[in-house]
């Protein structure tokens, strides 16, 4: 399968953006997907996830109550909409995918979880 991320960009501080991760090449519906991030100075750390069939999702603590995960699976995208944004959101945001049997299982959490990855969409927040 093959993913493509967008929708970032510059945002101020208490802002929001909505990243998508469209996928092509695969059965979508058979993927767990989860969402990345990296900036110069830090490891790739997880953010959320959300299992195949869209009913189970997980996310990092920074950024709990904060973003919010979801896909349709018949438009083969997934999303993260991301509110309350704070400088120290500041990266370069992957989307992931691999495949899973289990349609609630959405506790894959580390880089080595994942197969697939997204070309990555750069996201600034501003003080």
């Known amino acids: 399968v093959q993913l493509q991320a967008s929708g970032g960009g510059l945002v101020q501080a208490g802002g929001s953006l909505r990243l998508s991760c469209a996928a092509s090449?695969?059965?979508?519906?058979?993927?767990?997907v989860g969402w990345f991030r990296q900036d110069p100075k830090n490891e790739r750390e997880f953010v959320a996830a959300?299992?195949?069939?869209?009913?189970?999702?997980n996310y990092a603590g920074s950024v709990k109550e904060r973003f919010t995960i979801s896909r349709d699976n018949a438009k083969n995208t997934v999303w993260l909409q991301m509110n309350s944004l704070k400088p120290e959101d500041t990266a370069v945001y992957y989307c992931?995918?691999?495949?899973?049997?289990?349609?609630?299982?959405?506790?894959?959490?580390?880089?080595?979880?994942?197969?697939?990855w997204g070309q990555g969409t750069q996201v600034t927040v501003s003080s």
């Open positions: 992931a995918a691999r495949y899973t049997r289990y349609s609630n299982r959405y506790d894959y959490t580390g880089s080595d979880d994942y197969d697939y």
């Open positions: 959300i299992g195949r069939s869209g009913r189970g999702t």
């Open positions: 090449g695969g059965t979508f519906s058979s993927y767990a």
